[in-house]
């Protein structure tokens, strides 16, 4: 029991089934993207860079080079204001 | 119409129990050459940024350091700093305590970070209001629960007074006047938590400021995010849940005069891939098995009822239990319902244990 509740696994299958998972979330708005967690250090992410990555990208829903320099740009933010006054 | 862009971000495993460190292929945790790898993974992937996890204090149990996991970490800023050099275009994303940290120093190395990576450096902003993780600094468990919303966003403002303290045009470096910058940089910030003021000392960075992530759920943690934050960690990992959080945090941006792409929503996210989905499935299963063996089940549960949960995930047994923020756990909030497990997990013992009338029902 306890196995079953603490084990995390999200996305499980084929690079295919995966990719298409991933899109699928995406493209129904409960989220804009991931962060994924591997489960080894540090080769855990290898397998889904070379394998899933490119079917988003053939999916049209990844980009295959950076477009922009900063992360701010790579997640399509606008650029920060120059005077404070953000009302938190 | 075109697709919605996913963007991708890959957390460095580490110190937690999703890790798998008995596995053949696992390396170390701390050798440089691990994050280079996974950095020019993520890199060469196009991912949008990688995220370190922190933790403040090793986690125990009953006062005895807990062994079972990965254990023990590096220091996040010093991490980021050497990946910058590795790197041309992946975000480096760090966490960073605003309970026990000041904003004067945090700034001077997120700006720092910003400089060193061209524009890379995003900082997820966490609370922790607990005497345990707080007994390693200088004024231990100092904050109420209550208020550690209010001095993040108190923390927060600071910092952004000070990286905005510099416009970005000041550093003239006119070899023929002899004029080397226009004065600048002054601050003071009187709040509750802070009176602080003087000169900020870092030139404005590539971004300003760096990237903020928050990865509270509570509700002021969304909040909290919907009122400055540019991208919010979730845990919801069912799609109805993921839109019905999508939805209410979006929501929360217009009164803030902010548009539903200033936020990203980015739940975590594992993985395991094969050949075919039943292998996908068998392999999943091994994951699972090696991330909570029998040890680690019993120590999930056994520490439901002593105060400190030495993992990362709230199980089913412990209901009340709660979590401080990020990796520090709190020995006062934990509740004393005494579950033990009633069987080993996997049987390999066969033993039962007594189980308290106050457990909830075994499933």
């Avoid at chain 2, 090793?58 to 807990?66: A, H, S, T």
């Avoid at chain 2, 590096?74 to 991490?79: E, G, K, W």
């Avoid at chain 2, 400089?115 to 200088?138: C, P």
């Avoid at chain 2, 839109?243 to 739940?267: M, N, S, W």
Wanted: net charge neutral; aromatic share 10%; glycine share 8%.
């Amino acid at each position: 029991m306890i196995i079953e509740v603490t084990g995390r696994q999200n996305f499980i299958g084929t690079p295919a089934r995966v990719a298409e998972a991933l899109d699928e979330f995406v493209q129904a708005d409960a989220s804009d993207g991931f962060v994924l967690v591997p489960h080894v250090t540090p080769g855990g992410l290898d397998e889904f860079a070379d394998t899933v990555v490119p079917l988003l990208q053939e999916r049209g829903v990844f980009r295959t080079e950076y477009e922009g320099t900063t992360l701010r740009e790579h997640l399509g933010l606008k650029a920060a204001p120059t005077t404070s006054g953000t009302d938190f | 119409m075109s697709r919605k862009q996913i963007h991708l971000a890959a957390h460095f495993p580490g110190v937690n129990n999703t890790t798998v460190w008995s596995d053949p292929a696992s390396g170390s945790h701390i050798d440089f050459s691990s994050f280079e790898h996974f950095a020019r993974t993520a890199e060469r992937a196009k991912f949008d940024f990688l995220f370190l996890a922190e933790g403040l204090r090793l986690r125990e149990q009953n006062g005895v350091i807990y062994d079972l996991d990965v254990m023990g970490r590096p220091d996040t800023f010093t991490v980021l700093a050497a990946l910058a050099a590795v790197t041309d275009r992946l975000g480096l994303a760090g966490t960073i305590n605003s309970t026990f940290n000041e904003p004067y120093e945090v700034a001077r190395q997120f700006a720092s970070l910003d400089h060193l990576s061209a524009g890379r450096a995003a900082w997820n902003v966490v609370t922790s209001w607990d005497a345990f993780t707080g007994e390693n600094f200088r004024r231990g468990g100092f904050l109420p629960k209550e208020k550690r919303y209010s001095r993040a966003k108190e923390f927060l403002a600071a910092t952004f007074e000070l990286f905005d303290s510099w416009r970005g045009d000041e550093i003239v470096a006119d070899k023929e006047t002899g004029e080397f910058w226009r004065p600048t940089g002054d601050f003071a910030i009187r709040t509750d938590q802070f009176d602080i003021s003087g000169r900020f000392p870092v030139p404005r960075s590539p971004q300003g400021r760096p990237v903020i992530l928050q990865a509270g759920d509570s509700e002021e943690g969304r909040e909290f995010a919907a009122s400055g934050a540019d991208a919010i960690f979730t845990r919801h990992g069912t799609l109805e849940a993921g839109q019905a959080f999508y939805a209410d945090v979006k929501g929360r941006l217009a009164k803030y005069g902010r548009d539903p792409e200033d936020l990203k929503i980015l739940p975590a996210a594992t993985f395991v891939l094969g050949d075919t989905d039943a292998e996908a499935q068998e392999k999943a299963r091994h994951v699972r098995y090696q991330q909570v063996s029998p040890a680690t089940a019993i120590k999930f549960s056994s520490s439901c009822g002593t105060g400190t949960c030495p993992t990362t995930t709230r199980t089913a047994r412990c209901p009340r239990w709660t979590r401080s923020s990020g990796r520090t756990r709190s020995r006062a909030a934990a509740p004393a319902c005494g579950c033990t497990p009633t069987r080993s997990p996997r049987r390999t013992s066969g033993g039962s244990w007594p189980r308290p009338s106050s457990c909830p029902p075994a499933r």
